[in-house]
């Protein structure tokens, strides 16, 4: 029972929903108790767990059990294994067959409908409406195959740029190497900030934490460390001297050997089952609404239609021939095809500008990100941090703060950040000869400090750095020169001017403190940070960046705001930002928000722009709140600290420089970290977007159009306005002109501020522009009865042979005016200027549209006219449909105009 109630909390990590949670957990449970064997290894030698054997035992034995020892693999080995094991993959769903990808469109809820017509119109006997219905669903299921294959083996190629990285040891040496290639037996080395890669049995650790929420979905941070374990009254996932891959390094350091890889992982045994499961993105919800609500609008036309004409003609098998064909042609076929070719381009184009896309489906939401969230180091800043100043609590130089700073930044084994690297690059200490490392107690996000302990002159001190608030809440004490005295709150108020003064000059300052004790002492914890002495500070600058005001002028005219959300101090963040432009008048720490309520944190979000002294559950709080307030939001984050941010933002954007964590927790990785590739990246989307948008905008107004002529003509023509095999013959052929759009340019004015699906907006547009195509199709209709004869298909003393030809003719004129009204107007939605004058098309779209055309015209013609049920038209009639055309550009237009000035573009 224990053990299916874990695989139900690691499952809900996956959002797939309360239907499937406890089948799969009965799965999985179920297989280990059958079994009897760990869900960790691989099944090779029938005796059970063997990593729960191995984490019984002693480091050596665990080293000797797995044919390796702490100098690591042999090369040679190495590509045995990796052979044997294969790569140190999970299950991504595997890249399956042909045929199975094929089978797996035909599910399409648009495909099985057109399978459906297919299947009743051959039953029937209509092979030719069969062969066009078939050729349609061939068109749209192997197009799309063919193109989002092609997709993603391009963008698996621009992924392969952001590879993620692991320290192991072999043959002796130190070295890097892809995840993907570790085998069992390697030696891994890992410290703050790294990614759990495989499974793995400590064989030593120091100060050692992680996060293993991904598995257990508890967000405290758990020790481990290198001792035996036996599995007695635990779970899997408690053992002491386990760490399991999916978790991440908090802090400390430590050194483990490979047990299992891939899917043999306890992560991995899961993501078999749970690969294909996603959380729905507002993108694919956006897509999902728009084919339902066209399936629901063709389901009411085709009803309608079918009555009328079973009524009005008395022939029932015709109107459900008839009716099968309206259905065809209301259904937006092509809809797969075109978002994907879509979505694919824009990977290709923002790979181009330093922009690597993870996941297809975000491109949508990175264009509509209407607020971006971002830590102000390396984005507005340079990310080059200086070490300026070193100094007592007098604001007077000192070597002795700048000797302990040093000594605390060189012996500390977490990840060494920017402020480090800074004073270590600043001078040099021969710190090895003068004194020994004793102990660490290593960075944590809310003590925001760290302490190392040295054996320096005769005595054991423990040096501690870290933010001012927090090292003065561990202090009793302050030093100038070589006196003590008391810090009593006073005096405290005073030294903190000095920090004050230092931080309003836009430097980033640290405390440094010190407290001795006796030799005898060898271990220290958290709670030995106390009475502590100040020394004094250290300040560091790092200068905005000479581009970042442009940039950020150019993000609020895209209609993005900028937020700032930093684990700095407000002052140091309130002058960075004043520099760039920033608004810093409106600010608050994260001691303000730890009083707020829900709904006043929601107010603050709104109008606050700086945010500082934030832990990273504060940061996540502030993404959701935004959120609920309607907004999409991206987080741009590089470290630890920012990952559980960027997994609730609606877009993760990460950079190639970020510890592994934020990488794989991004949607989208910059290969730059800077707002212009941001810019651009943003505005790539937005194109994306606006060119599925055109798609859709074009299929519904042109079918809600053409079903109004339907249903109008179904009542009071004496014959069908179009043959079934016309109507879909006129569906084939419009949709293949549609396959120019990807290609296609988008205004620069649909760029300028943030896109998002509306629903609502679409229906407003394919309500007010679908009559249009309505008014000149009725123009048709009387056209062809009138001028061109056609009424006199119902004289009682008509000839057949006439009867026939009047139909034929009829028909012919409206299949003609149809294609050609409806594949012009292409060009009329395409763009809010006026057409071919102001931003024309791109070539891949004049060419089919005007192939289409061409091709309409010449049917009527051509020696398939008779098997169509086509009669070649009058001469005249092309001077009409001239006419038609000029005149349904210009009013359609007109209305476009008008609707775009009244409702907008989104």
């Known amino acids: 029972m224990k053990m299916k109630n874990r695989v139900i909390s690691i499952i809900r990590l996956f959002h797939v929903d309360s239907a499937m949670w406890k089948s799969v957990a009965d799965k999985i449970s179920l297989f280990f108790v059958k079994e009897k064997v760990s869900p960790l290894l691989p099944r090779t030698n029938g005796n059970g767990s063997r990593l729960i054997e191995i984490c019984a035992m002693s480091s050596y034995e665990a080293l000797r059990s797995l044919s390796t020892s702490d100098q690591g693999l042999k090369i040679s080995q190495v590509e045995l294994l990796q052979e044997e094991f294969g790569p140190n993959e999970i299950s991504r769903g595997k890249r399956i067959s042909f045929l199975s990808e094929i089978l797996r469109r035909f599910k399409n809820p648009l495909v099985i409908l057109l399978l459906i017509i297919s299947v009743v119109s051959l039953i029937m006997g209509d092979l030719k409406s069969t062969s066009v219905v078939g050729g349609m669903i061939l068109i749209s299921v192997f197009l799309a195959y063919f193109q989002e294959t092609r997709s993603n083996r391009a963008v698996e190629k621009l992924q392969a740029l952001v590879q993620t990285n692991s320290n192991v040891i072999r043959e002796g040496k130190e070295m890097e190497i892809p995840m993907s290639e570790l085998v069992p037996g390697d030696i891994l080395l890992l410290e703050a900030g790294a990614l759990i890669p495989a499974d793995i049995r400590l064989i030593s650790a120091k100060d050692f934490y992680i996060h293993q929420s991904a598995l257990t979905g508890e967000s405290m941070p758990v020790e481990k460390n290198a001792g035996p374990c036996s599995m007695a009254g635990k779970g899997i996932l408690e053992l002491q001297d386990a760490c399991f ?135 507005i800043t340079q990310d080059r941090v200086v070490l300026e100043r070193y100094v007592d609590v007098t604001n007077r130089e000192s070597d002795d703060v700048l000797r302990y700073a040093y000594m605390n930044s060189y012996y500390q084994t977490g990840l060494r950040n920017l402020l480090d690297r800074a004073i270590l690059s600043h001078t040099e200490f021969e710190v090895e000869r003068s004194c020994r490392k004793v102990d660490e107690i290593p960075f944590d996000f809310s003590r925001k400090r760290m302490s190392v302990v040295v054996e320096y002159e005769g005595d054991h001190v423990l040096i501690c750095k870290g933010a001012v608030e927090e090292v003065y809440k561990v202090c009793r004490y302050y030093q100038v020169d070589d006196e003590i005295h008391p810090l009593i709150d006073m005096i405290k108020y005073d030294l903190m001017e000095e920090y004050q003064s230092l931080s309003e000059d836009g430097f980033r300052v640290l405390a440094v403190a010190y407290r001795e004790f006796p030799e005898s002492k060898e271990i220290f914890s958290v709670e030995d940070e106390s009475e502590l002495i100040l020394l004094g500070y250290i300040a560091f600058f790092d200068p905005p960046k000479d581009s970042a005001v442009v940039a950020l002028q150019n993000l609020s005219r895209m209609g993005v705001s900028v937020k700032i959300l930093t684990g700095d101090n407000e002052l140091v963040a309130k002058k960075v930002c004043r520099d760039v432009g920033i608004p810093s008048e409106s600010l608050l720490t994260g001691e303000q928000l730890q009083r707020a309520t829900p709904n006043q944190l929601e107010d603050w979000v709104e109008t606050t722009t700086i945010f500082a002294r934030l832990s990273p559950s504060q940061k996540e709080e502030i993404i959701q709140a935004l959120q609920r307030r309607g907004h999409v939001v991206g987080f741009l984050g590089d470290g630890i600290n920012d990952t559980l941010a960027m997994k609730k933002a609606d877009v993760g954007i990460s950079v190639d420089t970020a510890v592994d964590v934020a990488k794989e927790s991004s949607d989208i990785v910059l290969l730059e970290k800077s707002l212009h590739v941001l810019e651009d990246g943003i505005e790539e989307g937005r194109k994306v977007f606006g060119n599925i948008i055109k798609y859709i905008r074009m299929g519904a107004s042109s079918n809600f159009g053409n079903m109004f002529s339907v249903v109008g003509g179904s009542y009071f023509l004496p014959f069908l306005p179009m043959a079934p095999i016309q109507i879909l013959l006129n569906n084939l052929l419009y949709d293949i002109s549609q396959v120019g759009i990807p290609t296609d340019k988008v205004d620069p004015e649909f760029t300028e501020t943030p896109r998002k699906w509306n629903i609502g907006n679409i229906k407003k547009f394919m309500i007010m522009i679908g009559p249009m195509s309505s008014i000149f199709d009725y123009a048709t209709y009387f056209l062809m009865l009138f001028f061109f004869k056609c009424h006199q298909f119902v004289k009682p003393n008509i000839l057949p042979e006439m009867k026939v030809y009047y139909e034929n003719l009829f028909h012919t004129g409206w299949f003609v005016e149809s294609i050609l009204t409806q594949t012009m107007i292409v060009h009329i939605i395409r763009t809010r200027k006026i057409p071919f004058f102001q931003g024309a098309a791109s070539p891949g779209l004049l060419i089919t549209t005007f192939l289409v055309m061409a091709i309409g015209a010449f049917l009527p013609y051509s020696p398939f006219a008779e098997t169509f049920g086509f009669v070649p038209l009058p001469a005249v009639y092309w001077l009409w449909i001239f006419g038609f055309l000029l005149t349904y550009a210009v009013l359609t237009h007109t209305v476009k105009v008008w609707f775009f000035n009244k409702y907008g573009v989104d």
Request: glycine share 12%.
């Open 245 to 379: 891959m999916g978790s991440s390094v908090l802090s400390g350091t430590a050194k483990g050997v490979v047990v299992n890889t891939g899917s043999r992982t306890y992560f991995g045994s899961l993501s078999k089952s749970l690969a294909s499961q996603r959380g729905l993105t507002s993108f694919d919800r956006g897509i999902a609404g728009f084919t339902w609500l066209m399936i629901r609008f063709m389901f009411v036309m085709v009803c309608v239609v079918f009555f009328i004409i079973g009524l009005t003609k008395g022939n029932w098998m015709e109107a459900l021939m008839f009716g099968l064909a309206v259905a065809v042609g209301l259904t937006p076929e092509m809809l797969p095809m075109i978002v994907t070719v879509n979505l694919a381009k824009g990977a290709r184009a923002m790979s181009k500008k330093k922009v690597i896309v993870k996941r297809l489906n975000s491109i949508q939401n990175f264009g509509a990100i209407d607020i971006l969230c971002t830590d102000k180091t390396g984005t």
